[in-house]
């Protein structure tokens, strides 16, 4: 189901992995751009540019009328990337070594910062009857994008976090983004207010149940199909969904029993099952994948508003793949 | 001269400072928004934001018209300064602690994230006729900015940089900066192409005297004009305008001499008074002040093109009061 998804949209990947070569193919401050480059060409599944091209055409319009915006959303995201890896102190992302530990901290501001305006650059770029609109919406969520970043660096600190709270943050760091590029679809593409309303609230959903659905992977899935350590957010103690349920739902012992893997090194496949068995006790794995069901249905309800076609039809396969998501 | 200057464009400077508060007002996320506060409650002089104001007049229009994106100006300006201030690890800003250190680096680097979004969000209130080419000359400006900052740190590393390269740094790092503002009060202004053009010159100008102006202070001025340590170019051995000139007119006694002031703690009275002896005696004093006059003197004739205008009288008292410059 994965495989089916990315490959019927393998075309909008590799289309705005080319339109973002091309705005990077003149420039001559090798300190600034080699970088730059190399943060881009970390590849990734694409999914917020691709979502846009297929909102976009699922309203009537051609990929071709979102193609910058989508690129300008590549940008944004390898941005927040770039910049959230200095802030975690994180040492590989996706398989490679992150730029500041590549470079050092201060490439790695300048390389964000460089990437940012470059996506400013892709969105001076698009229609100019929407233009205003657009480059509005766009700086509107990337702020969100931050103060989502600023929240759960703040959550570290902080024991009196609640669900709400998770919620809050998660809806401006990772959902706001995929919202915002089914919302520029929609309106490169033409579509209806309603039509751009709905996209909106299918891909903050969406991006609701993808977040949720990687605090549940982070315990469940299995070190390999990850690409990362399993367990890490509990090893961290972070302020996951899974994490701020149980805090609420569980009793004493299992608190203390769970608190005895936070802060170890490693995490071995036993320890995992361990984990799993109490989350599962307290009801945790259900509540998570219920709140995953819950979003996703709630996305699938706004594709109502869109005629049939092979575009929405595609926004309905991301839904059922997300919610057999084991990567 | 300079508190005519200031004098006369104080309603500029206000309406600007305004005009951000605005953009500040609502919000919710402390974390991220008391940094960025406190960043743009540094002061300063708002050279950027009044030349963006001043130029929109001289060129017929009303500084109403330019006014959000004079304040896109001095919001992008914060965002460079609290970056740098990361980046060269520096304690103290306009007799403040700088925000890294205040708070921490990532409090910094998200907060300079925000400053440019919002300097983006300043321009996205643009006149829509004007918002294409307005972002897209913004973008490019920013960028340039970028790299000129790239190149800076490099340079520091390097022992091959000419006084060509030093050029090509600070017309990224500092003159496209002022020329954009000169430009884009042109644009907003509905001036022609020519003064557009020719705005865009004096802003140039303008800007490499500026730099210029500033590495001659760093030797002449005194401590408490200057507002911080005369010399520190000297002690940390930066590739200035002065100590590149130097490099290339000294014999090796002068060179041998100018050494031992490097590097050390503190340069008293006496020390500055032998090292400008120095400069003076190869020339270099002399052959900065001249590169300082040519460069007022660009800017001056591209003025030639406005009519005669308090305005105009504005922009050209600006020059005066540069070649006079101590502060």
Known sequence: MKSEFFEQTRQYKDRVLK???LYLEINHTAALYEPVRYALQA?????RPILAQVTCEAVGGKSQDVLDAAAALE???VFSL???DIMDNDDMRRGRTTVHKKWDI???ILAGDAILIKAYEAV???NPIYLTRVLNNFSGAILQVCEGQALDIEFEKRDDVTLDDYFSMIDRKTARLFSLACELGAILGGGSEEQIAAMCTYGMKLGRAF???????DVLADQETLGKDVGSDIQEDKKTFLMLYTRQHANDEQLQQLKSFAGREHLAREDMQQVIAILDRIGTIAAARQEVKNALEEARVSLALLAESNSR???SKLLDMLEQRTF
Do not use: F, P
């Open 124 to 126: 001076g770029r698009v």
């Open 75 to 77: 940008l944004v995201h």
């Open 19 to 21: 339109q973002i070569g």
């Open 82 to 84: 770039v910049h959230d």
């Open 106 to 108: 201060n490439a790695a």
């Open 43 to 47: 590849g990734g599944k694409l999914l």
């Open 211 to 217: 977040q949720v659905q990687d605090d549940l992977l």
């Open 313 to 315: 039809e595609l926004l």
